[in-house]
């Protein structure tokens, strides 16, 4: 059972900047970090392998969002740039997948974090 604990959200003005970061109790192989607006389906927003050899965005946020790991720190970030009002959200960490394939889908993670609330005001 691996443990997930987010931090680093925040209220932000857009055009600002916000840095996730999420600690994992135990190893892990692939990371994502997904968000859900309270009503809406949890959507994936970024996605590392476990070497953090390769990642995946979605396209609402690519060129915007940075997903990055330290494993020596069994930790995941995100940076989070020129952020828009469209961004609101709760964004969780999720950690799952194998050494080789990073899911994007939310059925496809086991473990999840509780949560961190980002407020971007237009």
């Known amino acids: 059972q691996v443990q997930l604990v987010e931090s680093g959200g925040g209220l932000v003005q857009a055009g600002g900047s916000l840095r996730l970061s999420c600690a994992a109790s135990?190893?892990?192989?692939?990371m994502a970090w997904f968000r859900q607006v309270r009503g809406k389906e949890r959507e994936f927003v970024a996605g590392?392998?476990?070497?953090?050899?390769?990642?995946y965005y979605a396209d609402s946020v690519k060129g915007r969002f940075t997903i990055s790991r330290d494993n020596a720190k069994n930790s995941v970030y995100l940076q989070m740039n020129s952020l828009k009002s469209e961004d609101t959200a709760v964004y969780y960490c999720?950690?799952?997948?194998?050494?080789?394939?990073?899911?994007?889908?939310?059925?496809?993670?086991?473990?999840w974090g509780q949560g961190t609330q980002v407020t971007v005001s237009s």
């Open positions: 590392i392998s476990a070497s953090g050899g390769t990642t």
């Open positions: 135990g190893r892990t192989f692939s």
């Open positions: 999720a950690a799952g997948g194998t050494w080789r394939y990073t899911p994007q889908t939310r059925d496809e993670y086991d473990y």
